[in-house]
């Protein structure tokens, strides 16, 4: 099942100076014949016209970016980047399950509108910076400084994508709120999730043996300030749960208590 890619990118970087640096680039990029699921009109062995779902390359998606970058760097002690870049992913179906859910619920492909992806990040941030002492010839004050690297990074990036589920009324046993998918086609992968931020550190010693070997000890710390991101957001919400938060109807609801329920707990 082979998957046919154009890709085109237009990019132009620019030294600001003897430290500086400056890159600005644009994309597209066009992907054809996902696998997806369709539904055909065949006859079976007895002569009748049966309707049966197959799997087919047909599916379209296409992503659309730019990206700017600066990087700068003093001496070789000090370097540093940052990075902004916008994307925009639309497509058909964001799996070959998406289109062969529709099929089994309604029959056939509801709509084959582009709409976005459940991939698809639209901002993103990214920050580093690079300290570097290599020198060998300190005084016995300052020797445990020397051969030492410290490494920054901080990225903040927007949410997940998610299908909204609406609020349509009230279970009338239960009192319980009813949250259904928005039945709009375009609603598909609309919602974004709460932004996701961390900030990694990574620092690196190492130690001199002759001219051309180096023992090395790294020390890598990954979300430095525990910053707790949303993975799943909660179509309702657009946050990860959190108690007393109002779920799909789909979902089980921790607040409406059944032992009779026999819906998942997401």
């Known amino acids: 099942f082979p998957v046919t890619i154009f890709f085109y990118e237009l990019g132009v970087r620019s030294q600001l100076g003897t430290r500086d640096a400056l890159t600005v680039s644009a994309y597209w990029k066009d992907k054809y014949d996902f696998i997806t699921a369709a539904s055909v009109q065949i006859k079976d062995f007895t002569g009748r016209e049966v309707t049966r779902t ?8 296409r ?4 990206e700017i970058t600066y990087l700068r760097r003093i001496g070789q002690w000090f370097s540093g980047q940052a990075s902004a870049s916008y994307m925009a992913a639309t497509g ?4 070959a399950s998406e289109a062969l859910g529709q099929i089994l619920n309604s029959g056939n492909r509801e709509d084959t509108r582009e709409t976005y992806l459940a991939w698809d990040s639209p901002f993103d941030l990214k920050g580093n910076v690079t300290f ?3 020198l060998g010839k300190s005084t016995t ?3 445990a400084f020397d051969h030492i690297s410290l490494y920054v990074e901080g990225v903040w990036r927007t949410g997940r994508r998610y299908t909204p589920f609406i609020f349509q009324g009230i279970e009338p ?4 709120p009813i949250y259904e998918r928005d039945p709009n086609p375009q609603a598909l992968w609309s919602g974004l999730g709460e932004q996701l931020t961390w900030v990694d550190v990574n620092v690196r010693k190492w130690w001199m043996l002759g001219t ?3 023992i090395e000890l790294t020390c890598q710390v990954t979300n430095v300030f525990n910053q707790k991101n949303s993975l799943i957001p909660n179509p309702v919400t657009g946050r990860a749960w959190e108690t007393g938060d109002p779920v799909p109807t789909s979902w089980r609801d921790p607040a409406y208590l059944d032992p009779l329920d026999y819906r998942d707990w997401e």
Not at 173 to 176: F, S
């Open 54 to 61: 197959i799997r087919i390359n047909s599916d379209y998606a």
């Open 141 to 143: 004050r300052w020797k």
């Open 63 to 66: 992503v659309r970016g730019m």
């Open 92 to 95: 058909q179906s964001s799996s």
């Open 132 to 134: 570097t002492r290599n």
């Open 212 to 214: 051309r070997s180096r």
């Open 173 to 176: 046993v239960t009192g319980r």
